[in-house]
């Protein structure tokens, strides 16, 4: 992952050749969605660049958002076909072949075949926000499911490899938002209703860790382990101020 991060001014001054070049592959071997956002800048936030490239591939017709899964190699494929972002996805959440078991590396062979006769797509999961034993439970879940809500579900997944690419190479503005209405309102709610991008994942990731106000004695406890997750990738963003 990148170690020395842009501010968003420097990711406003950027030549074309050099953005495509640094957030080509923010979509996985997609180039045109880094091109199509360029004349969308200046950004003023790292949200706002994160919504901008979301928003290209919202707006995209489902034929052309097929083709986007299109792009994914299989998860515990053949590593020399992965781009570097996915060989470093992958080894995160132990899914690489090298981690894999025979049986774990058969099943997973098994149900990527299923999957893409079926759909005609690969299936994709952000590899970075989840271990092997919930990939495979996920995937043989999803070959049970009908196409749309399979497309819906990996376009959603796409936003997730988007959002920590982006986060590997952008800094992150910290906002002055308080912590307590985090907890008063929940996290469901709060990633229903929230306007960032940014804010919605960490909840989702807050919520694939496993935190829950049920989890905690008391809204000190829990404060203090929502800021220790915020805080480690930099990101605490605002969120419009909720009603009810």
Same mark, same amino acid.
């Given at each position: 992952?990148?170690?020395?991060k842009m501010s968003i001014s420097s990711v ?165 938002s308080k912590i307590k209405t985090l907890i008063?309102?929940?996290? @469901? $709610?709060? %990633?229903? !209703? ?12 807050? #919520?694939?860790? /496993? ?10 406890? @829990? $404060?203090? %382990?929502? !800021?220790?997750?915020?805080?480690k990738s930099g990101c605490f963003v605002g969120?419009? #101020?909720?009603? /009810?």
């Amino acid at each position: 992952m990148a170690t020395s991060k842009m501010s968003i001014s420097s990711v406003n001054e950027l030549d074309y050749n050099s953005f495509i070049r640094i957030f080509g592959n923010v979509v996985e071997g997609t180039p045109l969605c880094a091109a199509a956002v360029i004349s969308k800048r200046p950004f003023s936030s790292f949200d706002q660049f994160v919504a901008a490239m979301w928003e290209i591939v919202d707006e995209l017709p489902d034929s052309a958002r097929a083709g986007i899964l299109r792009n994914h190699r299989d998860l515990a494929g053949n590593r020399e076909s992965l781009s570097s972002d996915s060989q470093k996805e992958q080894i995160c959440a132990g899914i690489n072949t090298r981690n894999l078991n025979d049986e774990e590396n058969q099943a997973m062979k098994r149900y990527n075949e299923l999957y893409k006769k079926k759909f005609e797509f690969p299936f994709v999961m952000c590899s970075r926000l989840n271990k092997k034993d919930g990939i495979l439970r996920q995937i043989r879940a999803s070959v049970k499911k009908d196409g749309d809500e399979e497309l819906k579900r990996g376009i959603g997944e796409v936003k997730k490899i988007m959002l920590l690419r982006m986060e590997d190479l952008v800094e992150c503005e910290k906002s002055n938002s308080k912590i307590k209405t985090l907890i008063e309102l929940g996290f @469901l $709610r709060l %990633a229903q !209703e929230a306007h960032s991008p940014v804010f919605i994942f960490t909840v989702q990731r807050l #919520k694939y860790l /496993g935190l829950s106000r049920r989890s905690f004695v008391s809204d000190d406890e @829990l $404060r203090n %382990a929502i !800021e220790k997750e915020l805080g480690k990738s930099g990101c605490f963003v605002g969120y419009r #101020k909720m009603r /009810g």
